[in-house]
């Protein structure tokens, strides 16, 4: 496992990320949580757009990402080297800390403040969740995103092949969770004691402010459940999106691109 994530290409990644939305949409097409009030197609187009304007981000910014976490592996710096940690453990510390600190600290951040929130409600103005939905950012929120990660691993210290790992499984747990599939409601609630199942996160997409502010977990649920953020409803009563924004003009990829630049509309 070490030396596949070490060295695995970026053909793989791609598989990977390619497999999943097809998959995903495979089960979408069997049990549908929702159906679809509007063209699956175009809306799969908008959000492609975005899933490849954040692949061409990361990807240019990688070499920060492979800086850093040779640094602090040739160095031994960061929290998770104080104590000499087996392997395994280290692995598995470091995907849970890069799960909390590069995935929900963030995203609760863009949240709270103001002038992040401008770039993360393009993510929000959905109102057709389904897998696609998953890497829908604005191409300035992947730049911050791409930061906190690097933040983590430099404050942590974790080795390259473990961020490949944890990458890896996070895009497809990213389209799982946003995934238009109904489960059977015991399995959905079983896995959302450990992991974000897919009713679970789409309260969070919920046009209603206080159900939007809560479960903003990607992988792991224990963070929103640790900080008081988790919160079950009935996900069949759900309207997605944001009230500012259930124009037709705002499935547009030019429109949704101006957004943040626009005039200030709080949350």
Do not use: C
């Amino acid at each position: 496992m070490v030396n596949f994530f070490e060295h695995i290409p970026s053909s793989w990644r791609t598989v990977i990320l390619i497999s999943g939305l097809v998959l995903l949409w495979i089960l979408e097409g069997i049990a549908p949580r929702f159906h679809f009030k509007g063209n699956k197609y175009r809306h799969a187009g908008t959000n492609l757009f975005f899933t490849l304007t954040t692949v061409i981000i990361n990807t240019s910014l990688a070499f920060l990402i492979v800086k850093i976490s040779r640094f602090t592996t040739a160095q031994q710096f960061g929290l998770l080297y104080l104590v000499k940690l087996p392997l395994w453990l280290h692995a598995v510390l470091a995907v849970l800390m890069l799960d909390f600190m590069g995935a929900w600290l963030i995203h609760w951040v863009q949240h709270k403040n103001a002038w992040l929130w401008q770039f993360h409600k393009i993510h929000h103005i959905d109102t057709e969740i389904d897998a696609t939905t998953a890497l829908r950012h604005h191409p300035v929120e992947s730049i911050w995103r791409v930061g906190a990660l690097f933040i983590t691993i430099l404050v942590m210290g974790i080795p390259f092949w473990m961020i490949m790992l944890y990458q890896s499984t996070s895009a497809f747990f990213s389209q799982f969770n946003h995934a238009n599939i109904r489960l059977p409601q015991w399995l959905d609630n079983s896995l959302s004691w450990v992991i974000v199942s897919p009713d679970m996160h789409k309260v969070h997409h919920s046009d209603y402010q206080p159900e939007t502010d809560t479960n903003y977990a990607n992988i792991f649920s224990i963070w929103d459940r640790i900080f008081g953020t988790f919160k079950k409803v009935d996900v069949t009563k759900l309207r997605y999106g944001l009230e500012e924004y259930q124009g037709p003009e705002y499935e547009k990829v030019s429109e949704l691109l101006k957004v943040p630049w626009e005039r200030s509309i709080t949350k």
